[in-house]
């Protein structure tokens, strides 16, 4: 996409990479809504299957555009060359796009998850298993994505490309929707966040008994037995005052919540420091998908005789991944466990602490690649050095999206 928008819709780099990076971040804060819908209003196969939709009709925008040359800029010397309807239907495919990557990604991985018994022991180690193998097949899909997909698009045409994702991205969603009788789906529950934040608002001047057991709780005869019921805790006590019923008042939606609901939202609270800790480790992520594909075209791109596509590059972490989802699956899992009695063997947080340090080093060993790179550049700029190069920073990567994407 990055070569995309630099060499067919002629925007210059930084540009070029904005545009990737925009993309990206809006697929995944899309990810919260396709998540909401399927919680709240959508099974998880209908989700999947209306978000489908929209992200097939955004890639047929794509490749449309691609195939005309009339909806094609000629080059200029601005940053971005792009007017009119031509700008209309680039950002329009694109936002389709995005709203239908978003709401897949959201809801996709939940819709395996739901085909396991979460009660029981075995199914809560196959459950483990099954987000391994879920990635390992996400690696496979992209190993072939940044080599068949970019040999075809950079060699032919960018249209061909598109054109085979979009076929991919068919088959596969009429696969999903085929499986329909065999799924198990789960009861749709009402996303307590805006209720408890409205309601601990409106009974803000009230005062909290000093018992919590006299908070309003879910009766036990009326709980659905899928529903979890959570203790309460003693942090962010400002919200226990969603759960206080007023004199005289009974309980009722939006006037009154359950404890099981204020520690949900608590939860949910709790989570912040790590996903605020992460975002500066998804920069470094941009960096790797956007400027480093440039970063690379301006390098010896051969291997021998063997031209590599500089677009292919991220192949490198995806056969790191490829390597080491089985290992960790089939080796150190098992292993771990014997020591922890954790079914993921290590846990979550773990990996997301190994996962800051080695974004840490690649970034840090990207650097220094820069340095060599540009100091070649400026000596001898007939003799670029080695695509190679860059192998180094995407490895770590490759082991950075390995422990993140086991998560």
Known sequence: MVLYFSMAMH??????????????????????LGGFMSDTYLNRLYT????GFLEITGL????????????QPDPCTESTCIKGRQAFMLYTSLCLLALGAGGVKGSIAALGADQFDHQDQKGTHGLASYFNYYQFSATIRSIIGVTAVVWVGMNKDWFWGFFTGLVTAFIGFVVLALGKHFYCFQPLANSPILRVIITAIQNRNLSL????????????????????????TNQFRCLDKA???????????????????????????RMTPILASTTIMNTCLAQLQTLSVLQGYFMNPYLGSLKIPTAS??????????????????????????FTGLATGITLLQRVGIGLVLSILSMGIAGLIEIKRRDRALENPAEPISLLWLSFQYGFWGLLICSLCLD
């Open 313 to 338: 590059i991220p192949v490198i972490p995806l056969i790191f991944m490829s390597i080491l989802l089985p290992l960790y699956e089939f080796l150190f899992v098992p292993f771990a466990r014997k």
């Open 243 to 269: 759960a206080v019923l007023r004199d005289g008042t009974n309980p009722e939606p939006w006037k009154i919540c359950t404890i099981t609901q204020v520690e949900e939202v608590k939860i949910l609270i």
């Open 11 to 32: 925007f210059n780099i930084s540009t070029a990479a904005n545009a990737l990076t925009n993309f990206l971040g809006s697929t995944f804060l899309l990810t919260i």
């Open 60 to 71: 047929l925008l794509i490749i449309i555009q691609a195939y005309l040359k009339s909806l």
């Open 209 to 232: 008994p000093e018992n919590p057991d006299e908070l309003h709780q879910v009766d036990e005869k009326e709980r659905d037995p899928s529903e979890e019921k959570l203790s309460h």
């Open 48 to 51: 999947c299957l209306i978000f």
